[in-house]
């Protein structure tokens, strides 16, 4: 079981996906590029990127749920 230390919680409204605060920078209300096929690769748990608009830096998630992305690194 991953740790919860590497997950990072994301919101979905509409088809947009943001994060709340970014964990490199603490931009807030960040729209990530991630598009809906993007999220649904995460869910079935293929390795994603997702480059953060608001300072470039990159986030590998290993697999997505409802409320969570699971990164490779410790977030928190």
Do not use: V
């Amino acid at each position: 079981m991953s740790s919860f230390r590497t997950t990072w919680p994301y919101e979905r409204i509409m088809k947009d996906i943001y994060i709340q605060q970014c964990p490199y920078c603490d931009g807030e209300n960040i729209l990530t590029s991630l598009k809906e096929e993007d999220l649904d690769n995460a869910k079935e748990g293929i390795k994603t990127y997702l480059i953060m608009p608001c300072c470039h830096s990159k986030m590998t998630i290993l697999k997505a749920d409802e409320d969570y992305f699971w990164t490779t690194e410790q977030l928190r």
